[in-house]
């Protein structure tokens, strides 16, 4: 999220309806684990926080695909030049410098080493819903071990 808000407002890399949605994702996940932060040895709500990350993760991943697809010319995608959330969720008017839409989709900046910023997310969606099943299938595992002892 820090990445995509430099790109923004120091690069000038104004963000398009699909990178919204990639924020929005992103800040589900930021609200989830700082829900698991403060609540760690409720296992109930730790392991709901891991299957959510999975499903936040898998989100997070299918917008960075149509992204990708879309900068690389694959499919018959598209994005508008409004965010396309109802009104009763319209974040793009409450937080305009976070959630506003102000470009077409076409490419994403390159981060290092000439790999693209929906590469990057690609990587990191992929990383999170890895890790957080490995996380899930761990604590089911400790939880089962600690119950035997």
């Not at 829900?35 to 730790?46: E, I, Q, S």
């Not at 926080?49 to 697809?69: D, I, K, M, P």
């Not at 506003?100 to 990057?120: D, H, K, Q, W």
């Not at 999170?128 to 035997?148: E, N, P, W, Y």
């Amino acid at each position: 999220m820090a990445v995509a808000l430099y790109y923004q407002h120091y690069i000038g890399e104004e963000p398009c309806q699909v990178c919204v949605h990639v924020r929005l994702w992103m800040v589900g996940l930021i609200f989830l684990a700082l829900v698991n932060l403060v609540t760690p040895k409720r296992r109930l709500l730790r392991v709901a926080g891991y299957a959510a990350a999975a499903g936040f993760g898998y989100g997070l991943g299918e917008r960075s695909w149509y992204l990708y697809q879309l900068e690389n010319g694959y499919g018959d995608g598209s994005c508008e030049f409004q965010l396309g959330m109802p009104d009763w969720f319209a974040v793009d008017r409450w937080i305009p410098g976070l959630f506003e839409v102000r470009n077409l989709c076409s490419y994403t900046p390159e981060i290092f080493f000439g790999i693209s910023m929906a590469e990057t997310l690609l990587f990191l969606a992929s990383t999170i819903c890895l890790g957080s099943l490995i996380l899930l299938v761990m604590d089911r595992r400790f939880s089962a071990v600690t119950k035997q002892t």
